[in-house]
């Protein structure tokens, strides 16, 4: 499982609150990534790390906004969670850059309900 | 971007069966990968398949890079294989993300 821990695992909040998802890792990868799953759309892209301070967006980032002040840790926030925020959310790292290291190893997931 | 078509979308087979799954790029693409879904949610990394063929038990997966597919092979099914299974690859053309299919579900049945 490459040491990747997520919390909170569930979530339920209300619409118009700010939500925080916490990504942790032990290994010291550089690479680490946010996507949502959600039915029929497989998994998306939010945003990404490639070192610390160092993000960029994926291909659905409206919306949120992410963090990574020490290598372990990635952080995603709604800043202002909507219903259609409601999704399963996994965290990734990426091994290496080259082969055959290259490769990406999720996390359990959070599952968040916005009401 | 890319776009990865995988198919069928949905597979029933009986226990002790054989099915090959597809994935489709539109574009060259590298760091192809394989991952199944469990029906609890977790994400396991099966292959990284750029090119060739890798074999891992009783899961094998092909890709012919030159023609932009890959196939994922599970012999003598078990319960224990269903899920979904996802596709993904990184476009040759730059932004080194990875690009997913929508996936197929695949139901074993005793």
């Known amino acids: 499982d490459a040491g990747i821990t997520q919390s909170p695992r569930h979530k339920v909040t209300e619409t118009g609150t700010p939500v925080t998802l916490r990504c942790h890792q032990t290994?010291?990868?550089?690479?680490m990534y946010w996507y949502r799953q959600d039915p029929g759309h497989g998994l998306r892209l939010i945003h990404y790390?490639?070192?610390?301070?160092?993000?960029d967006k994926g291909e659905v980032s409206d919306g949120y906004s992410v963090s990574r002040s020490k290598t372990e840790d990635f952080l995603l926030t709604l800043e202002s969670a909507t219903s259609s925020q409601t999704s399963v959310y996994f965290c990734?790292?990426?091994?290496?850059?080259?082969?055959?290291?290259?490769?990406?190893?999720f996390g359990p997931g959070t599952r968040l309900t916005v009401l | 971007g890319i776009q990865v078509e995988q198919s069928p979308p949905d597979l029933i087979l009986q226990e002790g069966a054989n099915s090959t799954l597809r994935c489709n790029f539109s574009?060259?693409?590298?760091?192809l990968q394989w991952f199944h879904q469990n029906p609890w949610g977790q994400l396991i990394n099966l292959f990284y398949?750029?090119?060739g063929t890798k074999q891992n038990g009783r899961l094998s997966a092909t890709t012919v890079a030159t023609e932009r597919y890959s196939l994922l092979y599970i012999s003598s099914s078990q319960t224990t294989d269903s899920g979904v299974y996802f596709c993904?690859?990184?476009?040759?053309?730059?932004?080194?993300?990875?690009?997913f299919g929508t996936g197929t579900r695949l139901t074993i049945i005793p």
């Open positions: 990734a790292i990426r091994t290496g850059l080259a082969a055959p290291l290259d490769t990406q190893y």
């Open positions: 290994e010291n990868h550089r690479y």
């Open positions: 790390s490639y070192g610390v301070k160092d993000t």
């Open positions: 574009d060259s693409v590298n760091n």
């Open positions: 398949i750029p090119s």
């Open positions: 993904a690859g990184v476009s040759n053309f730059g932004n080194e993300k990875l690009t």
